[in-house]
């Protein structure tokens, strides 16, 4: 091999290498975000901790069933992140209805809330494929 060969091998690399820490450190800037205190002095992560403590007697197994299968489509690696802060949103919406079990609907209605906008299509496909009623929040997909 001549020496453009070897050049271009040790380009591509390095530029695969650059690219990978890049979408890394993307990943934990976000993270790093999560645990900044807001003007309460809790941090959006501490929040997402007291919600999920608060409804933990809450639930019962049918409502856990449930969220594991709205995240379902997320990927492995981020699954249980996911299933943290859309539990919280959901603990959140029973407790401030004043519920004393987590039922479907809250379930729905904080998997709404938790979802990002940019995401709602997905959602919605999801869910429609799912068979699962979401007419009662549709509201909520149109903010």
């Not at 290498?17 to 890394?24: T, W």
């Not at 809330?113 to 068979?131: H, I, Q």
């Amino acid at each position: 091999m001549d020496q453009g060969i070897w050049f271009y091998f040790i380009l591509f690399w390095a530029i695969v290498m650059v690219g990978s820490m890049a979408v890394g450190g993307f990943f934990m800037f976000r993270k790093f975000l999560k645990v900044l205190p807001m003007r309460d002095g809790k941090s959006k992560l501490d929040w997402q901790n007291y919600w999920v403590e608060r409804s933990r007697s809450m639930w019962d197994e049918d409502s856990k069933s449930l969220l594991n299968e709205l995240v379902s489509p997320v990927p492995t690696a981020f699954r249980d992140i996911a299933k943290h802060s859309i539990a919280a949103k959901i603990g959140q919406v029973a407790i401030e209805q004043g519920a004393s079990r987590v039922t479907r609907d809250h379930c729905i209605e904080g998997y709404i809330r938790a979802t990002p906008k940019r995401d709602y299509r997905s959602l919605v496909s999801f869910l429609d494929r799912k068979g699962i009623d979401y007419s009662a929040y549709e509201h909520l997909l149109n903010k």
